[in-house]
């Protein structure tokens, strides 16, 4: 039995209308995926302030995705629009400070795709383990 | 007869996707040259498609083609078939010995008004 | 006004009257048309496979000849116009190929930077047909003119971008410019056939004649054109009405069409 | 080094003055040392003649000082303006942050600011005084007898090195001749920076960023930061600031303090001007304007009064997330 | 600090079986604020809710965290429970555990651990909560309806049948729309007039609607149940209500050379005019732009034949303000432009028509009075090509056509077909399709008709080139079924134009913050569920300015729309939801950001006076989010720099606890 095996923390943040129930969707079918990730309810993916994604990777996140509506299904009509300018501008700019680019994401889930979100859990989560323990944004002091 | 290579060599050489196609056959209404086609142009876009290429390598219709770009102009769908006549055409004469038109052809075409440009046109269309 | 001319392969031997006309009406409306040097063949028809490089060379230079003298490049032969206009467009949009013609330039490479206008389009846009008509000696009135546009003028119209393709206007407000009364005929923006004559002549005749009687039964007298193998096409085919260069009937209105003639 | 001079300034100021036109004027007053200029809102005519100084130091960008000044004026305040302060003066007109019918702008040229740490680079500390003739600075300090002459070329400031635009793009008179959009190669380090393996970035940038005292002096400075009342210092925001207590902190700090511009910074440097601790937090702010650019299309914020910043805007077209770093990756 | 209970359901094994659900009911008890925490088989079941009932009152809760199945199934469940008990429904916190960690982890370990987490992160939010009552605005009970055409008048008259005032703004003289063009229906063959006139005096017989003719809507203001609305009245230099429509002006007009727009410019009207007998209202309307007392001051004949004296040449354009409670747009279509399709030589020759001239040719009230004759010499045309899809399903040509299908062409080019055929069996007819496309009650039927008991020729097939020449249009065309090229000599050629939406459409949206396609057709509020309300509360969408479709489709889609409106009207407020937007004014910069990317127009800006603490006071613009408007996505808190802007039940604060609860 392997005590150390790392495990990652990934926040899941998902909008209340696509996402959210795509997870749920997951659940009614039983596409099993790691516990590591902790699904945050939001209304919309525009919901998401970068500071929660920060604040996440400060207290010791490994991993932070954000999944939305598809462009053009947003229950708000552009709120997922917004989204993807404000987190192509933000993973870039984590990117140019040398955070792994791997550690963050953005995927358009809709309620259907409940397949789509267990795939995608196992493949970020994957994808995480693989870099190892967040060192690069934690906030030390946080830690307890 | 399917032949995926040679589909791709078209569309690639092309550039045009033949799959746009919808079917109208407005190519085919608008071509000047159409009686005189074995394969019409909606005909050579739906084989592309298929991949029965060998007989549009085989056709006359190849040379009777005048790229006036009509059809290109006129496609609701944006398929360009000249392209693709093109695209065949060149498939075919790029093949060691199977020049269209030969040097020797040339005085038996023309008269003492055939402009340059007739002659210098079909080489391009015929020859390679 | 100056600009960079590229005559072409038939306007030095077959249609040397469209190429003399073009002068001298270019410089009596103050244009100055400066002839590249050392122009090569344009080859007729644009190649438009994706993988041609070498046909669409010359092309090239012309248009990069144009460029280093800071002039827009002005063409008079339909064929010329197309296979120069489809090129520039293929180095501006396609950057493959603008990559592979520029390893074949001697001098500094070439990007799409020149404006390329057919001798039509610089009469609307850089002279003004409204000056046009002012500088008209020998009014044509009464004359009863149609436009033959053919097919490389016009298409394909998303590079071509000259005029409305299936309702163009150019040559239409050309002859108005010189007095007379242009017809509208659905045939002007049909093909004649071009280098068909070559593989099937019959093709050509069929073409050329349903153009013809088209254009007669809308009420024609003569027919102009820009294309030294479309005259060659509808003459060579039965044309019972004059068929003349744009240029000719242009020198004609203002007055310099006798003195070259001497 | 500067065309336009200090008494040219105090003429127009004393004018405008006079004929009622303002009744306030924002200039540059005497701080400690030659160098060290503050802005300061003068009164009367008196109060120029005394205190106003004009120099190759007067770098500070007065727009933001609108947010607070213009509505403090009885009447309309005088404002001189360099091209790269324009930019910001509209930004915060397009956000409201004052009344432009309270403001006097007299836009005036610029040849370029100095940067003192480069000219302490060469001369030394203690400087006593620092004059100005054509393009010589004559440099007197407490070391040296003979006081030193530099070339003021050779002591820009690198925002001025990089300038982007000579053009005032707000203006209600022009000082001096107008000048031009500027080609500059202001992207070339944040290019050089991306061109490293994400390790040396982060090296990098820990290096950078570990220096910073959270002095907040780069906020404190930018015109885009103009908030009623900054995140950072309000305890109900849940990220009020606290003393670092390690190198990582400033992340947070810096990463949103550019997040909160991106697309409203109009990149006139004054938070690498102002910081203490000489960090090119400027590269951050072009960070986002060189994505924005090439994502959504050239952007200059501030040179229109009125514009939609690139990030409340959108296309549907608009690339993913993901596709960012394919991107990189392919032209790479 | 709030007195947290925590209820942990057991679903039967659906939960427990994956998670040790005493476990977390324990861990949870240590967390700050809880004071309860319990757990049981089936918290949704009566006796689970009384359970929570109890606890509410027994230890004082003030929140509640359940741990049970996604919110999705049971918040709502659990909100009313709270509110039984007496506490704020919105105090209720859901931690998923079933759907989103029993279902779909397998070991209890690593499963009982995440639910201990997000049972913390729900415990970690509630605290934060914060009771929320959802705002109340009144319903102003009026609506308005854009466009009186048949999509409008049907609203019209279904809203006034509820019995609630309605008014119709037309920018035509007469309300009646294309219908009114119109010769037949399919696939009934019933005349247009003889089922839209009687419909027409209905409206203008309702003393619940008013029709606003000859008018257009200039300004929208306010929000759902409260919509102020400004309509520009066009002088028609009229006055309508004197006006008897006795038609003697009409004759007398000496301007009698004026293209009749009714007619699509086939005839000519005079200047002053009633566009067509059944006009609603029966007014008559002077054209500024041919009226020659009104644009050099000679003539002034119409005043001097009208009896009634309701001519008035200084009439002025007439600006109306009017309270609305909902708001439906009926805008409609009109045919594209055929100038850019001129290889069908619509330009060059009279001979060519689009099917709405068609229409006119064959309509007894229109300029041949029903004879169907071509419009250059007056003769009888002996062969008719029809040419389907001009300019529609055309994805190349984004300048000239459109990409979708129109959707009614196949149809009434089939009637066409078969009308002619019927009245002129000596008339040859060709249809050139790509497709026949006739889904719809009888559609099919009605199709097969005309070819088969018609004889019309369908060819499958387009059309390439007309040529006219002489009296005749040389028609070259495709058949692919014999792959052959037909070359035919017809007489008349009809073009079955592709319909967009109205031009007036576009301004009207930005005006509504309504959402439009990228063709300017409206956009649903759900394609499928909502089909007839747009994404702006209290705007509806009736008829083909939401895309194309034919009478049946626009009536019924009027009446949904009416019964929409209806619902609205008939509330005396609307309650909101209450996870709304809202500023912190103290900390607005009134930068405008949050306005930029709202999609509802939710927020607007004014000038609030502000003391400061030296008793000086200073007037800042700030950020007023209107909370009947507002739909809360939450767009506005992250564009908004000093975080002023926040969202009830989602706010800052609270995520930021639960990622902290998760990140611990």
Same mark, same amino acid.
């Not at chain 3, 003119?145 to 003028?153: D, E, R």
């Not at chain 4, 991306?194 to 960023?209: C, H, K, S, V, Y």
């Not at chain 4, 511009?261 to 400027?282: F, K, M, W, Y």
């Not at chain 5, 719809?440 to 040529?467: L, Q, S």
């Given at each position: 039995?392997?005590?150390?095996?790392?495990?990652?923390?990934?926040?899941?943040? @998902?909008?209340?209308?696509?996402?959210?129930?795509?997870?749920?969707?997951?659940?009614?079918?039983?596409?099993?995926?790691?516990?590591?990730?902790?699904?945050?309810?939001?209304?919309?993916?525009?919901?998401?302030?970068?500071?929660?994604?920060?604040?996440?990777?400060?207290?010791?996140?490994?991993?932070?995705?954000?999944?939305?509506? &598809?462009?053009?299904?947003?229950?708000?009509?552009?709120?997922?629009?917004?989204?993807?300018?404000?987190?192509?501008?933000?993973?870039?700019?984590?990117?140019?400070?040398?955070?792994?680019?791997?550690?963050?994401?953005?995927?358009?889930?809709?309620?259907?795709?409940?397949?789509?979100?267990?795939?995608?859990?196992?493949?970020?989560?994957?994808?995480?383990?693989?870099?190892?323990?967040?060192?690069?944004?934690?906030?030390?002091?946080?830690?307890? | 007869?399917?032949?995926?290579?040679?589909?791709?060599?078209?569309?690639?050489?092309?550039?045009?996707?033949?799959?746009?196609?919808?079917?109208?056959?407005?190519?085919?209404?608008?071509?000047?040259?159409?009686?005189?086609?074995?394969?019409?142009?909606?005909?050579?876009?739906?084989?592309?498609?298929?991949?029965?290429?060998?007989?549009?390598?085989?056709?006359?219709?190849?040379?009777?083609?005048?790229?006036?770009?009509?059809?290109?102009?006129?496609?609701?769908?944006?398929?360009?078939?000249?392209?693709?006549?093109?695209?065949?055409?060149?498939?075919?004469?790029?093949?060691?010995?199977?020049?269209?038109?030969?040097?020797?052809?040339?005085?038996?075409?023309? $008269?003492? %008004?055939?402009?340059?440009?007739?002659? +210098?046109?079909?080489?391009?269309?015929?020859?390679? | 006004?100056?600009?960079?001319?590229?005559?072409?392969?038939?306007?030095?031997?077959?249609?040397?009257?469209?190429?003399?006309?073009?002068?001298?009406?270019?410089?009596?409306?103050?244009?100055?048309?400066?002839?590249?040097?050392? =122009?090569?063949?344009?080859?007729?028809?644009?190649?438009?496979?994706?993988?041609?490089?070498?046909?669409?060379?010359?092309?090239?230079?012309?248009?990069?000849?144009?460029?280093?003298?800071?002039?827009?490049?002005?063409?008079?032969?339909?064929?010329?116009?197309?296979?120069?206009?489809?090129?520039?467009?293929?180095?501006?949009?396609?950057?493959?190929?603008?990559?592979?013609?520029?390893?074949?330039?001697?001098?500094?490479?070439?990007?799409?930077?020149?404006?390329?206008?057919?001798?039509?389009?610089?009469?609307?846009?850089?002279?003004?047909?409204?000056?046009?008509?002012?500088?008209?000696?020998?009014?044509?009135?009464?004359?009863?003119?149609?436009?033959?546009?053919?097919?490389?003028?016009?298409?394909?119209?998303?590079?071509?971008?000259?005029?409305?393709?299936?309702?163009?206007?150019?040559?239409?407000?050309?002859?108005?410019?010189?007095?007379?009364?242009?017809?509208?005929?659905?045939?002007?923006?049909?093909?004649?056939?071009?280098?068909?004559?070559?593989?099937?002549?019959?093709?050509?005749?069929?073409?050329?004649?349903?153009?013809?009687?088209?254009?007669?039964?809308?009420?024609?007298?003569?027919?102009?054109?820009?294309?030294?193998?479309?005259?060659?096409?509808?003459?060579?085919?039965?044309?019972?009405?004059?068929?003349?260069?744009?240029?000719?009937?242009?020198?004609?209105?203002?007055?310099?069409?006798?003195?070259?003639?001497? | 080094?500067?065309?336009?001079?200090?008494?040219?300034?105090?003429?127009?100021?004393?004018?405008?003055?006079?004929?009622?036109?303002?009744?306030?004027?924002?200039? =540059?007053? *005497?701080?400690?040392?030659?160098?060290?200029?503050?802005?300061?809102?003068?009164?009367?005519?008196? %109060?120029?003649?005394?205190?106003?100084?004009?120099?190759?130091? @007067?770098?500070?960008?007065?727009?933001?000082?609108?947010?607070?000044?213009?509505?403090?004026?009885?009447?309309?305040?005088?404002?001189?303006?360099?091209?790269?302060?324009?930019?910001?003066?509209?930004?915060?007109?397009?956000?409201?942050?004052?009344?432009?019918?309270?403001?006097?702008?007299?836009?005036?040229?610029?040849?370029?600011?100095?940067?003192?740490?480069?000219?302490?680079?060469?001369?030394?500390?203690?400087?006593?005084?620092?004059?100005?003739?054509?393009?010589?600075?004559?440099?007197?300090?407490?070391?040296?007898?003979?006081?030193?002459?530099?070339?003021?070329?050779?002591?820009?400031?690198?925002?001025?090195?990089?300038?982007?635009?000579?053009?005032?793009?707000?203006?209600?008179?022009?000082?001096?001749?107008?000048?031009?959009?500027?080609?500059?190669?202001?992207?070339?380090?944040?290019?050089?920076?991306?061109?490293?393996?994400?390790?040396?970035?982060?090296?990098? =940038?820990?290096?950078?960023?570990?220096?910073?005292?959270?002095?907040?002096?780069?906020?404190?400075?930018?015109?885009?930061?103009?908030?009623?009342?900054?995140?950072?210092?309000?305890?109900?925001?849940?990220?009020?600031?606290?003393?670092?207590?390690?190198?990582?902190?400033?992340?947070?700090?810096?990463?949103?303090?550019?997040?909160?511009?991106?697309?409203?910074?109009?990149?006139?440097?004054?938070?690498?001007?102002?910081?203490?601790?000489?960090?090119?937090? &400027?590269?951050?702010?072009?960070?986002?304007?060189?994505?924005?650019?090439?994502?959504?299309?050239?952007?200059?914020?501030?040179?229109?009064?009125?514009?939609?910043?690139?990030?409340? $805007?959108?296309?549907?077209?608009?690339?993913?997330?993901?596709?960012?770093?394919?991107?990189?990756?392919?032209?790479? | 600090?709030?007195?947290?209970?925590?209820?942990?359901? =057991?679903?039967?094994?659906?939960?427990?079986?994956?998670?040790?659900?005493?476990?977390?009911?324990?861990?949870?008890?240590?967390?700050?604020?809880?004071?309860?925490?319990?757990?049981?088989?089936?918290? @949704?079941?009566?006796?689970?809710?009384?359970?929570?009932?109890?606890?509410?009152?027994?230890?004082?809760?003030?929140?509640?965290?359940?741990?049970?199945?996604?919110?999705?199934?049971?918040?709502?469940?659990?909100?009313?429970?709270?509110?039984?008990?007496?506490?704020?429904?919105? *105090?209720? %916190?859901?931690?998923?555990?079933?759907?989103?960690?029993?279902?779909?982890?397998?070991?209890?370990?690593?499963?009982?651990?995440?639910?201990?987490?997000?049972?913390?992160?729900?415990?970690?939010?509630?605290?934060?909560?914060?009771?929320?009552?959802?705002?109340?605005?009144?319903?102003?009970?009026?609506?308005?309806?854009?466009?009186?055409?048949?999509?409008?008048?049907?609203?019209?008259?279904?809203?006034?049948?509820?019995?609630?005032?309605?008014?119709?703004?037309?920018?035509?003289?007469?309300?009646?729309?294309?219908?009114?063009?119109?010769?037949?229906?399919?696939?009934?063959?019933?005349?247009?007039?003889?089922?839209?006139?009687?419909?027409? +005096?209905?409206?203008?017989?309702?003393?619940?609607?008013?029709?606003?003719?000859?008018?257009?809507?200039?300004?929208?203001?306010?929000?759902?149940?409260?919509?102020?609305?400004?309509?520009?009245?066009?002088?028609?230099?009229?006055?309508?209500?004197?006006?008897?429509?006795?038609?003697?002006?009409?004759?007398?007009?000496?301007?009698?050379?004026?293209?009749?727009?009714?007619?699509?410019?086939?005839?000519?009207?005079?200047?002053?005019?009633?566009?067509?007998?059944?006009?609603?209202?029966? /007014?008559?309307?002077?054209?500024?732009?041919?009226?020659?007392?009104?644009?050099?001051?000679?003539?002034?004949?119409?005043?001097?034949?009208?009896?009634?004296?309701?001519?008035?040449?200084?009439?002025?354009?007439?600006?109306?303000?009017?309270?609305?409670?909902?708001?439906?747009?009926?805008?409609?279509?009109?045919?594209?432009?055929?100038?850019?399709?001129?290889?069908?030589?619509?330009?060059?020759?009279?001979?060519?028509?689009?099917?709405?001239?068609?229409?006119?040719?064959?309509?007894?009230?229109?300029?041949?009075?029903?004879?169907?004759?071509?419009?250059?010499?007056?003769? &009888?045309?002996?062969?008719?090509?029809? /040419?389907?899809?001009?300019?529609?399903?055309?994805?190349?040509?984004?300048?000239?056509?459109?990409?979708?299908?129109?959707?009614?062409?196949?149809?009434?080019?089939?009637?066409?077909?078969?009308?002619?055929?019927?009245?002129?069996? $000596?008339?040859?007819?060709?249809?050139?399709?790509?497709?026949?496309?006739?889904?719809?009650?009888?559609?099919?039927?009605?199709?097969?008709?005309?070819?088969? %008991?018609?004889?019309?020729?369908?060819?499958?097939?387009?059309?390439?080139?007309?040529?006219?020449?002489?009296?005749?249009?040389?028609?070259?065309?495709?058949?692919?079924?014999?792959?052959?090229?037909?070359?035919?000599?017809?007489?008349?050629?009809?073009?079955?134009?592709?319909?967009?939406?109205?031009?007036?459409?576009?301004?009207?949206?930005?005006?509504?913050?309504?959402?439009?396609?990228?063709?300017?057709?409206?956009?649903?509020?759900?394609?499928?569920?909502?089909?007839?309300?747009?994404?702006?509360?209290?705007?509806?969408?009736?008829?083909?300015?939401?895309?194309?479709?034919?009478?049946?489709?626009?009536?019924?889609?009027?009446?949904?729309?009416?019964?929409?409106?209806?619902?609205?009207?008939?509330?005396?407020?609307?309650?909101?939801?209450?996870?709304?937007?809202?500023?912190?004014?103290?900390?607005?910069?009134?930068?405008?950001?949050?306005?930029?990317?709202?999609?509802?127009?939710?927020?607007?800006?004014?000038?609030?006076?502000?003391?400061?603490?030296?008793?000086?006071?200073?007037?800042?613009?700030?950020?007023?989010?209107?909370?009947?408007?507002?739909?809360?996505?939450?767009?506005?808190?992250?564009?908004?720099?000093?975080?002023?802007?926040?969202?009830?039940?989602?706010?800052?604060?609270?995520?930021?606890?639960?990622?902290?609860?998760?990140?611990?």
């Amino acid at each position: 039995m392997q005590v150390n095996e790392y495990k990652p923390l990934i926040v899941a943040f @998902c909008c209340n209308w696509c996402s959210y129930a795509g997870a749920d969707l997951a659940g009614n079918n039983r596409l099993a995926y790691p516990a590591d990730v902790k699904i945050i309810r939001v209304p919309c993916s525009c919901r998401v302030n970068p500071m929660f994604i920060l604040r996440a990777f400060q207290r010791g996140a490994d991993g932070v995705i954000i999944c939305g509506c &598809h462009p053009g299904d947003c229950h708000y009509t552009s709120g997922n629009y917004y989204t993807r300018r404000r987190m192509a501008a933000l993973f870039s700019m984590l990117d140019f400070l040398g955070i792994e680019r791997e550690r963050t994401r953005v995927e358009w889930v809709s309620a259907a795709e409940g397949a789509k979100f267990a795939a995608t859990m196992n493949d970020f989560v994957e994808k995480v383990t693989a870099l190892g323990e967040n060192k690069r944004l934690e906030d030390l002091r946080c830690k307890k | 007869m399917n032949n995926k290579y040679l589909q791709e060599e078209i569309v690639r050489i092309s550039g045009v996707n033949v799959s746009k196609c919808m079917r109208c056959g407005k190519c085919s209404a608008t071509c000047p040259a159409y009686d005189e086609m074995e394969y019409h142009p909606h005909q050579f876009v739906n084989m592309v498609e298929n991949g029965e290429i060998e007989p549009l390598l085989n056709s006359e219709s190849l040379y009777k083609c005048l790229s006036c770009f009509a059809c290109i102009d006129r496609c609701p769908r944006g398929v360009q078939p000249a392209k693709v006549v093109e695209a065949v055409r060149l498939t075919a004469i790029r093949k060691q010995g199977n020049n269209h038109l030969k040097a020797d052809d040339i005085p038996a075409i023309i $008269d003492d %008004e055939t402009p340059q440009q007739l002659l +210098v046109s079909a080489f391009r269309k015929y020859t390679k | 006004m100056k600009v960079t001319y590229f005559p072409g392969c038939t306007l030095k031997n077959k249609a040397k009257d469209l190429d003399l006309y073009a002068y001298k009406s270019a410089e009596a409306l103050g244009v100055t048309l400066e002839e590249i040097e050392d =122009w090569q063949c344009c080859g007729g028809v644009f190649t438009t496979a994706n993988d041609e490089v070498a046909t669409k060379l010359s092309s090239v230079r012309a248009l990069k000849y144009a460029v280093d003298k800071n002039q827009p490049l002005v063409t008079v032969c339909s064929a010329c116009h197309n296979v120069i206009k489809q090129t520039n467009h293929a180095v501006q949009t396609n950057s493959q190929f603008a990559d592979k013609v520029n390893r074949y330039m001697a001098d500094g490479s070439y990007n799409g930077e020149a404006e390329v206008y057919h001798y039509l389009e610089m009469l609307r846009d850089l002279v003004g047909f409204d000056k046009l008509k002012e500088s008209v000696v020998n009014s044509l009135k009464g004359k009863k003119i149609a436009a033959y546009y053919g097919c490389l003028l016009l298409r394909p119209n998303s590079v071509m971008r000259m005029d409305d393709p299936e309702n163009p206007t150019i040559m239409e407000d050309f002859i108005k410019a010189l007095g007379a009364d242009a017809v509208v005929y659905a045939k002007r923006n049909e093909c004649c056939g071009g280098y068909i004559s070559a593989e099937s002549p019959e093709t050509a005749k069929k073409n050329s004649q349903a153009i013809i009687n088209n254009a007669k039964a809308q009420g024609a007298e003569m027919i102009i054109t820009a294309c030294p193998l479309c005259k060659y096409n509808l003459v060579n085919n039965g044309a019972d009405i004059p068929v003349v260069y744009f240029t000719e009937l242009l020198a004609e209105a203002l007055g310099v069409k006798e003195d070259t003639n001497e | 080094m500067q065309k336009i001079t200090r008494e040219q300034l105090i003429e127009k100021a004393s004018a405008l003055l006079s004929n009622s036109t303002v009744s306030c004027v924002l200039g =540059w007053g *005497m701080g400690e040392f030659d160098y060290d200029v503050t802005p300061t809102t003068f009164n009367s005519v008196e %109060e120029l003649e005394k205190g106003f100084v004009f120099s190759d130091f @007067c770098g500070a960008n007065f727009s933001k000082y609108l947010v607070k000044k213009a509505a403090a004026c009885e009447g309309k305040i005088l404002v001189f303006l360099k091209p790269c302060d324009t930019y910001s003066f509209n930004q915060l007109l397009t956000e409201h942050r004052f009344d432009r019918e309270k403001v006097y702008v007299v836009g005036i040229p610029c040849e370029g600011m100095a940067d003192i740490n480069k000219v302490k680079a060469i001369c030394g500390e203690g400087i006593l005084s620092i004059g100005s003739k054509g393009d010589k600075m004559t440099v007197t300090t407490l070391y040296d007898d003979e006081p030193v002459s530099i070339d003021a070329k050779e002591v820009l400031a690198e925002r001025c090195l990089n300038c982007k635009s000579k053009k005032h793009v707000a203006f209600d008179e022009l000082l001096g001749d107008e000048g031009d959009v500027i080609e500059s190669n202001r992207f070339d380090e944040v290019a050089r920076l991306e061109a490293m393996t994400p390790d040396e970035r982060f090296a990098f =940038w820990q290096n950078e960023l570990s220096r910073c005292i959270r002095c907040n002096a780069c906020r404190d400075a930018c015109p885009a930061c103009t908030c009623e009342k900054c995140v950072f210092d309000n305890p109900n925001s849940g990220v009020e600031n606290k003393s670092p207590a390690n190198s990582f902190e400033e992340k947070l700090f810096h990463i949103i303090r550019a997040y909160h511009v991106a697309g409203r910074c109009t990149d006139c440097g004054e938070c690498s001007r102002v910081c203490p601790q000489n960090i090119p937090l &400027h590269l951050l702010n072009r960070k986002f304007i060189k994505d924005i650019n090439e994502f959504y299309g050239e952007y200059q914020a501030g040179a229109e009064e009125g514009q939609r910043a690139p990030l409340v $805007d959108y296309t549907t077209e608009d690339l993913e997330p993901g596709e960012v770093f394919d991107r990189r990756d392919s032209d790479a | 600090m709030q007195r947290v209970g925590v209820f942990v359901c =057991w679903c039967g094994s659906n939960i427990a079986g994956t998670v040790d659900v005493k476990a977390v009911a324990e861990a949870l008890k240590s967390e700050p604020g809880v004071v309860f925490s319990t757990d049981y088989q089936y918290m @949704c079941s009566q006796a689970g809710q009384d359970m929570i009932k109890n606890a509410v009152k027994e230890h004082n809760l003030t929140g509640i965290v359940v741990c049970s199945c996604s919110p999705r199934m049971h918040e709502a469940t659990f909100r009313k429970t709270a509110a039984a008990a007496g506490l704020n429904p919105y *105090m209720v %916190e859901i931690a998923n555990i079933r759907e989103q960690c029993s279902w779909v982890h397998k070991d209890m370990l690593s499963g009982t651990e995440k639910a201990i987490i997000l049972g913390k992160a729900a415990v970690a939010k509630v605290n934060l909560n914060a009771p929320l009552t959802p705002g109340e605005s009144p319903v102003t009970k009026r609506a308005l309806v854009i466009g009186g055409g048949i999509a409008g008048i049907q609203t019209a008259l279904d809203i006034a049948d509820a019995g609630f005032p309605v008014d119709i703004v037309e920018k035509k003289p007469t309300i009646g729309g294309k219908m009114a063009q119109l010769d037949k229906t399919f696939p009934t063959l019933d005349c247009a007039a003889c089922i839209l006139t009687p419909k027409m +005096v209905d409206v203008a017989q309702n003393d619940k609607i008013r029709i606003f003719s000859y008018s257009e809507v200039t300004d929208v203001q306010g929000f759902v149940g409260n919509f102020d609305v400004t309509i520009k009245k066009n002088a028609r230099y009229v006055k309508e209500d004197i006006c008897t429509g006795c038609g003697a002006c009409v004759d007398k007009c000496p301007m009698k050379r004026i293209p009749n727009e009714f007619n699509l410019g086939m005839d000519n009207r005079p200047a002053i005019y009633i566009p067509f007998a059944q006009a609603v209202p029966k /007014v008559a309307t002077i054209d500024p732009n041919a009226c020659n007392m009104l644009k050099n001051g000679k003539c002034g004949l119409c005043a001097k034949v009208c009896t009634a004296g309701a001519i008035d040449y200084t009439q002025k354009d007439e600006y109306i303000e009017e309270k609305y409670g909902a708001i439906v747009v009926a805008t409609g279509f009109n045919p594209i432009s055929m100038d850019k399709f001129d290889e069908f030589a619509y330009s060059q020759s009279k001979d060519v028509i689009t099917s709405l001239e068609f229409e006119r040719l064959t309509n007894a009230a229109g300029p041949s009075a029903g004879k169907l004759l071509r419009p250059s010499d007056g003769e &009888h045309p002996h062969t008719i090509v029809f /040419v389907q899809c001009v300019g529609s399903r055309c994805e190349s040509c984004a300048e000239k056509g459109k990409e979708y299908c129109s959707k009614i062409c196949c149809m009434y080019t089939a009637k066409h077909a078969m009308l002619t055929r019927d009245k002129y069996p $000596d008339t040859e007819v060709y249809v050139f399709y790509i497709d026949v496309r006739t889904p719809g009650k009888n559609f099919d039927e009605f199709y097969r008709r005309a070819v088969e %008991e018609y004889g019309v020729k369908y060819v499958k097939g387009m059309v390439g080139k007309i040529t006219p020449e002489g009296k005749k249009l040389k028609v070259q065309a495709s058949d692919l079924l014999a792959n052959k090229q037909l070359h035919i000599d017809a007489d008349l050629v009809v073009l079955a134009a592709a319909i967009e939406p109205d031009k007036s459409a576009r301004p009207l949206a930005t005006m509504l913050t309504a959402s439009m396609d990228t063709n300017d057709f409206f956009t649903e509020a759900h394609p499928k569920l909502r089909p007839v309300e747009s994404p702006t509360a209290g705007v509806f969408l009736s008829g083909a300015c939401q895309g194309p479709k034919d009478i049946p489709e626009t009536v019924s889609q009027a009446g949904a729309a009416a019964s929409k409106v209806i619902g609205l009207l008939a509330k005396d407020k609307l309650t909101g939801n209450p996870c709304v937007a809202g500023s912190n004014e103290l900390i607005c910069n009134g930068c405008s950001s949050c306005a930029n990317v709202c999609p509802y127009g939710a927020i607007s800006y004014e000038d609030k006076e502000f003391r400061m603490p030296d008793r000086t006071t200073k007037v800042r613009r700030i950020a007023v989010v209107n909370p009947a408007v507002c739909q809360g996505c939450g767009a506005c808190t992250v564009t908004c720099p000093s975080g002023a802007m926040d969202l009830k039940g989602f706010a800052n604060l609270q995520i930021m606890a639960e990622v902290d609860a998760i990140c611990k």
